[in-house]
């Protein structure tokens, strides 16, 4: 079992960066494939972006890329979600999750464990 823990969130102005953090506890974790969700207030929980255990595959929706980065510290067992050119449409809270795919999935229910999320508010 895997134990995520997201920090990092913030108030931040439109075009600003923050660096959110997942720490992860528990065995395993360099196995696992490792995404990033967000839901904003009304609207269903979306997939932003993951990382498959090594590192070398990743995937992003399609309104974060070129924008966000995704990568991971297995000897860490970290996964930051670095977030440049931030706008108000990004305001959510941000989950990190863990999946037992190989290949970086989309969808919520391909994941496993789910950290408590942390908040994320861009400014206009």
């Known amino acids: 079992q895997v134990h995520l823990v997201e920090s990092g969130g913030g108030l931040v102005q439109a075009g600003g960066s923050l660096r959110l953090s997942c720490a992860a506890a528990g065995r395993g974790f360099s196995s696992y494939m490792m995404g990033w969700f967000r839901q904003a207030p009304g609207k269903e929980r979306e997939f932003v972006a993951a990382?498959?255990?090594?590192?070398?595959?990743?995937n992003y929706a399609d309104s974060v890329k070129g924008r966000f980065t995704i990568s991971r510290d297995n000897a860490k067992n970290a996964v930051p979600l670095q977030m440049n050119s931030l706008k108000p449409e990004d305001t959510a809270v941000y989950y990190c999750?863990?999946?037992?795919?190989?290949?970086?999935?989309?969808?919520?229910?391909?994941?496993?464990?789910w950290g408590q999320g942390t908040q994320v508010t861009v400014s206009s």
């Open positions: 999750a863990a999946s037992d795919s190989i290949f970086p999935r989309l969808r919520t229910s391909d994941y496993i464990y």
């Open positions: 990382i498959d255990w090594s590192g070398r595959s990743t």
